[in-house]
């Protein structure tokens, strides 16, 4: 039997899940194709990394490691939808319910000081941030959208705000001490194994890890980013943006940088409120405060404190802010500020959200401004500058007649920043941080650091470049597209890539192929003029870049990331299909549990289910999965083009409606086509039934919306009351129950 693992995330896609996956399952079926579920979310992360606190009942497997293996596995075919990426403040909430619910794990340690509370905070780590992408993400990445989800966008154009000449928006980031600045990076001339060290002034060496085992060939990196440096930039920068009077706004993405980027998030937060934390700064370190977690952190633990004493840290925050920049909002009706949390400011979305709104974010009083974007590392931040310069010159970008940018990115075997999170390390003291080989002793790269500067190491191994390239070379083939490799050659690393680059591409035939290396700046305005002229180019870049590329280029083409065909072809043969280029949505659920309305677009998951179907029909030799494919391809344009995707407002047609449409399409292809007479019959009953009660049906899911939803949990939410909110019409549950 031919198998598909559908996971199982949180937020929006794991409720409209709940509604999908029953359709998935019964018309698989029909294929002879079993459906499993894996359990990935948080809060079954959580449970499976702590069995010994649980009952025998309680205790749930750890399916993440299993879905790691399986990713060796050439068989392997799996449908992974977006998952929470959690901070610490996230990671606190979900163990907090799962308390509530009576699971006995333990507290999350603030500040471990015991040796059994750092290990209790060690585990807990592991569910922090991107930590189940850079499991599964075996393969290299393809991203795109497909012709037909491009037609409709270019048939039904999202709005978009209006870009001025002269927009005061703009991004700033450092111009020295950051990691870009400083990096060093070297091609390793054999297999070796490495450590990393601090040797301090006083000549004592601290080791950090031991026994990185790196392969013949890998490119490895060593970067700093200055401290000082840093809190004079922000500085400069909160005070520029004073005088300037537009908003204020930081743009972080601490899940990949799980490290790196919380402490550079904190810093802002602590220039921000200087006198505040001058003043209050011992009392804020006695209570555990941390704003590297945000300032919901600081609010969450002053709230313990007498009210007197309470109102005075308050009375000072905002004493603070006379003298700073008005900051951007997440949530203006909340008072929810662009520092409450560093998971509400993920660079991916917000940027090409301001992009996409004419360069303007939300003041506290709830209108629009202008804004400087603070990116403080300027490696990457760069591309938005050039992308804002390119909007104020041309205007903005026109859905209707702009061309694409599908992506081909590396990110196999915990390439570039996935795999610098047990890597990353803040200087307790300054000394030359360095990476040594253990056998020889050799010093193979070393930088000098000083307290409170952030230092890092990343890795590359030599088999996903090739790969990545092949993809690359495969991808501009199959769509007679122009490659873009945007790579630096002022920046170390990118510059061994480029040499690696032009070494593997000979192994491919190029011939009547447009391939060129350019730099991100360059690579970004070349891009945008081509755009511009309705002209597709495919990027083919880092793991950084194909996370920011990949949002940036849907939204503005698109209206979102959700839309895009996500797939990694793993590298020992098996097939990862993801689901969209964005997340895990958190305000559509607050929409489902305040009205009963899930706006969460499913596209993306019928997309994956298309090429997910195609890789098993071949891989399996099952011509009936391929004509369930072909048919899903089918009936996912019709759906497109009948316009019932989710609507954003209450009442009308949403997830779960739209999941009805796809269920009669799909049924009305099956029974329309030819190939399969099996088939056939047994989707001509669904689909007449399905079209003969589409009223009463689209009545009944429509209905139940409008009211408040409790389903008595977010992290782990009552599967029994999930599945009354996401299957409310008896009519069309019954038809599905009847294949
Ligand atoms: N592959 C993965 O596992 C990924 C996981 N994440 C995780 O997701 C969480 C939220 O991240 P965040 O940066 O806020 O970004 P999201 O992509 O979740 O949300 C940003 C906005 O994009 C729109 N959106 C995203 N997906 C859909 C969809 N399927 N249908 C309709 N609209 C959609 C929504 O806009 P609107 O509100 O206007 O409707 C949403 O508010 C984090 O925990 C993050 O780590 C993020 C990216 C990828
Ligand atoms: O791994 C993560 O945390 C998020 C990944 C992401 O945003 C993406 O792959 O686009
Ligand atoms: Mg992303």
């Excluded at 402490?263 to 006695?286: S, T």
């Excluded at 970008?397 to 610098?420: C, H, I, R, W």
Aim: net charge negative.
């Amino acid at each position: 039997m031919s198998k598909i693992i559908y996971t199982k995330t949180d937020e929006a896609p794991a409720l409209a899940t709940v509604s999908f996956l029953p359709i998935v399952k019964a018309f698989t079926h029909t294929a002879g194709i079993e459906v499993d579920t894996s359990d990935i979310s948080v809060a079954a992360r959580v449970l499976a990394e702590f069995p010994e606190f649980l009952s025998e009942e309680q205790r749930v497997p750890d399916n993440l490691a299993e879905l790691g293996r399986l990713t060796q596995d050439p068989n392997t075919n799996i449908i992974k939808l977006p998952n929470i990426s959690a901070s610490v403040q996230q990671l606190k909430a979900a163990i907090k319910e799962l308390q509530g619910k009576g699971y006995a794990i333990p507290d999350f340690p603030d500040d471990p000081k015991t040796d059994e509370e750092k290990s209790i905070r060690l585990r807990y780590g592991k569910s922090l941030g991107s930590s189940v992408n850079p499991v599964l993400r075996e393969g290299n990445s393809d991203r795109r959208a497909p012709k037909a989800v491009k037609n409709y966008a270019r048939k039904h154009p999202h709005s978009m705000g209006e870009w001025k000449q002269w927009s005061q928006t703009h991004v700033s980031h450092m111009h020295s001490g950051d990691f870009y600045d400083g990096e060093q990076s070297i091609t390793l001339d054999k297999a070796r194994t490495v450590r990393m060290e601090r040797l301090a002034d006083d000549g004592t060496v601290n080791v950090f890890k031991t026994g990185i085992a790196l392969l013949d060939k890998e490119v490895i990196d060593l970067m700093f980013m200055s401290k000082k440096s840093l809190l004079d930039f922000y500085e400069r920068e909160m005070e520029d943006c004073r005088e300037a009077g537009i908003l204020f706004s930081l743009h972080v993405k601490a899940t990949m940088m799980k490290v790196s980027h919380p402490i550079v998030f904190g810093h802002a937060v602590r220039i921000y409120y200087k006198d505040a934390f001058q003043k209050h700064g011992a009392l804020f370190d006695e209570l555990g405060v941390n704003v590297n977690n945000g300032m919901a952190s600081l609010y969450e633990k002053i709230a313990e404190l007498p009210a007197s004493l309470r109102e005075e840290i308050e009375r000072d925050l905002h004493a603070c802010q006379v003298h700073r920049p008005r900051l951007a909002m997440v949530d203006s009706s909340k008072g929810i500020t662009n520092f409450h949390s560093p998971s509400d400011i993920i660079v991916d979305a917000s940027m090409p959200a301001m992009i996409r709104n004419g360069g303007k974010m939300w003041g506290a009083d709830g209108k629009l401004y202008d804004c400087k974007a603070v990116m403080p590392e300027s490696t990457f931040a760069r591309i938005y500058q050039e992308m804002i310069n390119f909007c104020k010159w041309h205007g903005n970008f026109d859905p209707t007649t702009m061309g694409t940018v599908p992506n081909v990115g590396l990110m196999a075997q915990k390439a570039e920043e996935y795999g610098s999170h047990d890597k990353t390390f803040e200087a307790s003291d300054n000394g030359i941080a360095r990476i040594v080989d253990e056998e020889t002793n050799e010093i193979l790269l070393e930088q000098r650091v000083e307290k409170g500067d952030i230092w890092r190491m990343c890795q590359v191994k030599d088999e996903p470049i090739q790969d990545w390239v092949k993809l690359a070379v495969r991808r501009a083939r199959e769509s007679n597209t122009p490659v873009i490799f945007w790579l630096d050659p002022y920046r170390p690393h990118e510059n061994e890539l480029i040499k690696k680059v032009k070494m593997y591409l000979k192994d491919h035939d190029t011939t009547g192929l447009h391939i060129e290396t350019m730099s991100q700046v360059r690579a970004m305005r070349y891009t945008l003029e081509r755009v511009a002229r309705g002209l597709d180019t495919i990027s083919a870049t880092g793991n950084i870049l194909r996370d920011y590329l990949t949002d940036l280029f849907p939204i503005l083409e698109l209206g979102t990331s959700a839309k895009m065909l996500s797939v990694v072809p793993l590298m020992k043969g098996g097939g990862l299909f993801e689901t969209g280029a964005g997340g895990s949505a958190p305000k559509h659920v607050q929409q489902l549990v305040e009205e009963n309305h899930l706006r969460w677009d499913s596209l993306g998951e019928f997309l994956a289910l298309t090429v997910s179907l195609e890789h098993l029909a071949q891989n399996d030799n099952n011509p009936k999965a391929q004509v369930l494919a072909d048919t899903l391809d089918r009936a996912t344009e019709k759906l497109l083009l009948n316009d019932k995707s989710p609507s954003r407002k209450t009442g009308e047609l949403d997830n779960r409606g739209s999941h009805f449409y796809l269920a009669m399409y799909w049924a009305q292809e099956l029974a329309a086509q030819e190939q399969d007479g099996e088939l056939k019959a047994q989707f001509t009953a669904l689909a007449q039934n399905l079209e003969s009660n589409e009223a009463a049906i689209i009545k009944e899911l429509n209905d139940a919306q409008g009211k408040p939803m409790d389903l008595k949990g977010y992290y782990l939410a009552d599967e029994a009351l999930a599945e009354q909110a996401m299957r409310p019409s008896t009519l069309f549950n019954n038809a599905i129950a009847s294949l």
